[in-house]
């Protein structure tokens, strides 16, 4: 069962609504941040004038005047946080989808698998060091379960179902074995089914005029068959269904803190000729398809130019409301208002805005990643027969949310130095006007001598 919206369409296509659901979300986010944003500067107008702090009812007041050209970099800029922080999910839950589809496919910590392993291979696994234990499991022939509607075909999975449970303790994927399936009631035998077979069988089928009980039931997708159908069934009962022969492949759990290569070439040597892998091994042999690494390429570049994009476009409205805010603060400063309180006001008034742009931006990625991304197919990507389970990275995700939080900082600081009035200009930037204004004055002196001064004073020479 899946959540979210199906991304496909009949006939394979992308469904359109899916497509275009990130923007439709994104832009009802920045219109409800518009609609909320002049009652925020009411609020912020009122606080100021009960608490008279001329700074921050100014700040206000033009919050409250600023006109509907502000929802333009406002709804850019959440877009692109979105589509920086949904990048973001895709590409951890790709990343984590290929290793969960390596162990997946191993089933275990290592898996050796060959043709007529028995019991006595399985016990010399067991002996190997730092193994902590090993079981094997066996993949037999279909047999036909008899139901009230018909019979079906199932291949049988045999083996110890309680040492299976250890061995796959908090691997995903990991087959459902409770306790009832190693207790019998009467002559019926219990088993665990797929959900293909269970749709077919129901809860009682027979198997060779053996009753049959199903305990519980697992995803059709497991590593021992590619059949859909199949049943499994504890080692002590096996004899009743079918005939076990040899051993088809033996999981291992290895003890904590064993290296997995080690212990790896240690099987190797005793189970001669068996194909041995590891977690470790399966996840480089699935990162090694180009889909996967150039998919998580695209995911971090969406990510940077995301985010880039979001921040550029507060920047650059910051740039273009510029004159206005800084002709404002030059009357501030006519009046009187220190330099710091009209700053103080640019705060004000950008503050609510540059709050807003993230915490919209999260809430809408957080609605596009549940209803989108679980129901899209990323197999093609991680190599897995299952889905990938949605991911967030809590690491990478943090510095996504941190850079873009220094950056909003960063946008702030430069709408306030952008706001302020420019400075008078240097001591040493005033020294060509007073030398003029003293030639000046020199000439005007000279022009008002009395006339014949200047005879005067050459024939005194």
């Not at 009682?204 to 519980?216: C, G, K, P």
């Not at 590891?278 to 969406?302: H, S």
């Amino acid at each position: 069962m899946r959540d979210g919206l199906d991304a496909a369409a009949p006939g394979g296509a992308v469904d359109p609504v899916v497509a275009v659901l990130p923007l439709a979300l994104a832009t009802c986010g920045a219109l409800l941040v518009v609609r909320v944003l002049p009652l925020v500067a009411r609020i912020v107008t009122e606080r100021g004038r009960r608490r008279r702090g001329l700074g921050t009812f100014l700040g206000g007041a033009a919050l409250s005047r600023s006109g509907p050209g502000g929802a333009v970099p406002l709804a850019v800029a959440v877009i692109g946080l979105v589509v920086a922080l949904f990048a973001t999910v895709v590409g951890s839950t790709l990343e984590h989808g290929v290793a969960d589809a390596a162990r997946r496919s191993v089933a275990a910590d290592v898996s050796v698998s060959a043709d007529g392993l028995d019991v006595d291979d399985v016990r010399r696994i067991k002996a190997v060091r730092g193994v902590s234990d090993a079981v094997g499991v066996s993949t037999t022939d279909e047999v036909t379960f008899d139901t009230t509607h018909g019979s079906v075909s199932a291949v049988v999975l045999v083996a110890d179902t309680a040492t299976l449970r250890r061995v796959q303790a908090s691997i995903p994927g990991a087959l459902p074995t409770p306790d009832a399936l190693r207790r019998a009631e009467g002559h019926t035998v219990p088993v665990l089914v797929s959900r293909t077979l269970f749709a077919a069988t129901g809860r009682a089928s027979e198997v060779l005029s053996t009753h049959t009980r199903v305990v519980a039931t697992a995803p059709n997708a497991v590593p021992f068959t590619a059949a859909k159908r199949w049943v499994l069934v504890d080692d002590r009962f096996a004899a009743d269904l079918t005939e076990t022969g040899s051993v088809d492949r033996v999981l291992v759990r290895l003890t904590p803190g064993a290296h997995a290569a080690a212990v790896a070439t240690a099987v190797r040597r005793a189970a001669h000729g068996a194909q041995v892998t590891v977690a470790a091994d399966a996840e480089r042999a699935l990162a090694a398809d180009p889909r996967d690494p150039g998919a998580r390429m695209i995911a971090t570049a969406a990510s940077g130019l995301g985010g880039a994009f979001g921040v550029g476009a507060l920047l650059v409205d910051a740039v273009l409301t510029a004159p206005v805010r800084r002709r404002r603060s030059a009357l501030l400063d006519m009046l009187g208002l220190e330099r710091r309180r009209t700053g103080r006001v640019t705060v004000v008034e950008s503050l609510p805005t540059l709050v807003a742009v993230p915490v919209t931006a999260v809430l809408v990625a957080a609605a596009v990643v549940a209803l989108t991304l679980p129901a899209a197919d990323l197999r093609s990507f991680t190599g897995g027969a299952v889905r990938p389970a949605v991911t967030v990275d809590p690491t990478l995700f943090g510095i996504v949310l941190a850079a873009t939080l220094l950056s909003l900082v960063g946008v702030l600081a430069v709408t306030v130095h952008l706001s302020l009035p420019r400075r008078p200009d240097p001591p040493g930037g005033a020294q060509p006007t007073t030398s003029t204004a003293t030639t000046s004055t020199a000439r005007t002196t000279t022009r008002d001598r009395p006339r014949g001064s200047h005879r005067r004073n050459r024939e005194n020479r």
